[in-house]
């Protein structure tokens, strides 16, 4: 006698396919570029829903180490300038290499098609909305603070605003000062840069950039070429002053707090998104 085997759909046998695990707030890698050992910059896709204001951060990460008690990963954030301008269909982020950070020794070696965590609520001081009408305006920037500047350059708006754009950015070498000045120079002979901003426009960039360790055109910290009145002769303008002068500074703790005495001292005001003034300091940054 014959046992009827009852008829089974092979897939209800077979092994549970595992989902792949994806990252919290994942957006994918589209591009890597390393500037020097201890510099590098990456493009990201952008969600869909995110707006944000040139010259804003977010908070971008990677999972950080199993935790061996618990076996459970946290994700490790940093708050990272974005370069790219607001239009951008991508996101744009300049970092630094820190062989022993918790986040930058990982994010360093990622590679497109990688993904990165990224939460889509940009905040940040150093807008447009936060400073008052002026006629020129003044970006300051050491090491990789040169990001929300990179992402203001390419903002129409600077152009409206201001008759004229002064960006420094200090290094330690001149490797470091590459990534500002590529961009600087790709601004000026990119035929949709020149359409979108007007090459008039462009014209009103001056570029000054600065070493303090390695040999360059122009050495010197910033702060000190600008109390000695170098920088403003080499620049061919007058001194800072409250009336037509703005500025936005990004850079390590010991310069922002620097520059942020002698801007005062030059009689500016701080200002913020809830009360716009004269200049403002992006707090977050950590060079």
């Not at 009852?6 to 209800?12: E, I, M, S, W, Y």
């Not at 990165?116 to 006629?135: E, N, Q």
């Not at 500047?149 to 290094?171: G, K, M, N």
Request: charged share 25%.
């Amino acid at each position: 006698m014959n046992e009827i085997t009852p008829v089974t759909d092979a897939a209800t046998n077979a092994e549970p396919v595992k989902a792949v695990p994806t990252l919290p707030d994942a957006q994918t890698v589209t591009a890597v570029k390393h500037w020097t050992d201890k510099l590098f910059s990456f493009r990201v896709t952008r969600p869909a829903s995110m707006r944000f204001r040139s010259g804003e951060f977010v908070m971008i990460g990677l999972m950080g180490d199993v935790n061996p008690k618990t076996g459970k990963q946290k994700p490790l954030l940093r708050a990272y300038s974005i370069a790219s301008p607001s239009w951008d269909d991508e996101l744009e982020f300049y970092s630094i290499k820190v062989q022993d950070g918790p986040l930058t020794s990982k994010l360093q070696h990622i590679q497109v098609g990688d993904e990165i965590i990224l939460r889509p609520k940009p905040v940040g001081t150093l807008v447009h909305d936060a400073l008052i009408p002026g006629k020129r305006i003044w970006f300051f920037a050491t090491g990789t603070g040169f990001a929300p500047f990179a992402s203001l350059l390419r903002d129409p708006q600077t152009y409206e605003d201001y008759d004229e754009v002064i960006i420094t950015h200090t290094c330690r070498t001149a490797g470091e000062l590459t990534y500002g000045a590529e961009l600087i120079e790709n601004l000026k002979q990119d035929e949709m840069m020149i359409e979108l901003l007007g090459e008039e426009n462009l014209n009103k960039i001056r570029y000054y950039p600065t070493t303090t360790r390695e040999e360059s055109p122009k050495m010197g910290r910033i702060t000190d070429l600008m109390r000695s009145g170098e920088a403003f002769t080499d620049l061919g303008v007058d001194p800072i002053n409250p009336d037509s002068d703005r500025a936005m500074v990004c850079g390590n703790l010991a310069f922002n707090l620097e520059i942020k005495d002698m801007l005062e001292g030059y009689g500016l005001e701080e200002g913020a998104n809830s009360k716009p003034a004269q200049y403002v300091v992006e707090k977050a940054f950590l060079d």
